[in-house]
């Protein structure tokens, strides 16, 4: 049977055998009148007053907004925000969008109409935060279990905080949105380097679906309310990026009620582990690099046989990814001495994606279809590789026992992925 992975803009084909289990996401579906619900969320707001009397009295807000390797429907959601904010009074030129771009790179000019659209550009103040930028950041202090709290000072010095974006499942921190746009978003170099150390990364309870006993998650929290985290509003997405629904209101709560929802209405069950999982990185925008790339693989541990095997599709079309995820990678001859250097050695940039990936290599074989990595460093990889997804899933299935199974996840980690418990005995 024929089935199409997401794969860049356009998907790929895949001809995989009729035993194959093919785990479809699950979503809501979307709303019959998205700019009704916008509009009606922050006018009624979840645990807190509208937007508009928040506003009232203030002269100035700071937006974060996700960067251009998520796919928010900014475009969509910002008009109902600016307009409610300058109904309460806050001038058009109090009112600053800064792109949570965390330590990824600054957005490009044609990037930021793709985040927020021309008119928008030309209307309000819009920049990237640079967290590399330690004069940039407000130093807020320490969180009780010891991250040094650094959060760019237009955020901080703001009289109103807001955050947009969306909720879907996340490899650290059990869900997206809410407070993420701030603590690792917005936050400077030393705050994101001690949020992504083996403390957390490490920790059993810092990954996807977890939540909200997930120690990341709660020092996350932390660290947004340390900044004024005031107001929040969190879509949750459908099947073709549309809204299935709408949480704003105060950041606490509002999260909360829209992580019941996503966790409800997208969770993807399998009765037991697989031999070999396909999965992709939900195509463009994360599968522009293998470090976004990564969060396949960790999607899909959750439903592989300890021993079994994962094949990562992603097009890659910009390579590694940042600098120092590359080198990372070139330099790790295995996944056991990656995680023996990273346990005592300080917290370079980017180094968590690798290592997560290394904690999934110590239960699961890894082998890949990335092509947009050069051939030298795809000989840096965990596995085998290979040229096409179709070349990789009849040579690793040709490997299989008889009986064994074979897991299909097209869509990657936006397929919340478990296996389903047995029921209790009663």
């Known amino acids: 049977m024929k089935v199409t992975l997401a794969y860049g803009k356009t998907g790929l084909e895949l001809d995989v ?7 479809e996401p699950r979503y809501a579906p979307d709303l019959a009148d998205p700019q009704a619900a916008l509009r009606q969320a922050i006018d009624a707001p979840i645990g807190c007053p509208p937007l508009r009397e928040l506003a009232r ?19 969509l959601v910002l008009p109902h925000v600016l307009a409610a904010l300058e109904e309460g009074g806050i001038p058009r030129e109090g009112i600053r969008i800064l792109i949570a771009t965390g330590l990824h790179r600054e957005a490009t000019p044609a990037e930021l109409d793709e985040i927020v659209g021309r008119d928008i550009l030309e209307k309000y103040e819009v920049d990237s935060h640079r967290a590399k930028n330690l004069d940039e950041q407000a130093h807020l202090g320490e969180t009780v ?19 947009l974006g969306f909720i879907e499942p996340h490899l650290m921190a059990g ?15 030393r705050t994101i380097k001690r949020l992504h150390s083996p403390l957390f990364m490490r920790d059993r309870a810092a990954t996807e679906g977890s939540f909200p006993d997930n120690p990341l998650h709660r020092e996350l929290i932390e660290i947004a309310g340390m900044a004024g985290h005031d107001f929040m509003i969190d879509v949750a997405l459908t099947h073709t990026r549309g809204i299935a629904a709408v949480f704003a209101g105060e950041p606490r709560a509002a ?21 070999l999982v396909v999965t992709t990185s939900g195509g463009y925008p994360l599968d522009l690099t293998f470090y976004q790339a990564v969060k396949g693989v960790t999607a899909a541990s ?26 990372l990678v070139r330099r790790s001859k295995d996944w056991r ?3 023996d250097e990273l346990a005592g050695a300080p917290v370079t940039v980017d180094q968590w994606q690798i290592e997560k990936l290394a904690l999934v290599a110590q239960h699961a074989n890894l082998a890949f279809c990335l092509p947009g990595i050069s051939a030298e460093d795809r000989a840096c990889l965990w596995g085998p590789s290979f040229e096409t997804p179709q070349e990789a899933l009849d040579a690793l299935r040709s ?5 064994a199974t074979t897991l299909i996840i097209p869509e990657g980690p936006y397929v919340f992925t478990q296996v389903q418990p047995e029921p209790a005995l009663v």
Not at 57 to 75: F, L, M, Q, W, Y
Request: proline share 7%; glycine share 12%; net charge neutral.
């Open 399 to 403: 490997q299989l026992p008889a009986g």
């Open 17 to 23: 055998p009729a035993s194959a289990t093919v785990l």
């Open 175 to 189: 869900f997206s949105g809410g407070r993420k746009l701030i603590s690792i978003g917005l936050a400077g170099e």
């Open 57 to 75: 009295g203030k002269r100035s807000a700071a937006i974060s907004v996700c960067d251009i390797t998520r796919p928010a429907p900014n475009k």
């Open 145 to 163: 279990g010891g991250t040094p709290v650094y959060i760019d000072k237009r955020f901080v010095e703001a009289d109103l905080h807001l955050t």
């Open 255 to 275: 999260h909360a009620q829209g992580v019941d929802f996503v966790r409800q209405s997208t969770l993807a069950a399998v009765d037991e582990p697989a031999d």
């Open 337 to 339: 001495s990656l995680l």
């Open 302 to 327: 959750h439903v592989v046989k300890p021993g079994g095997t994962i094949l990562l599709v992603a097009k890659c079309s910009e390579g590694m990814g940042g600098p120092e995820f590359a080198e």
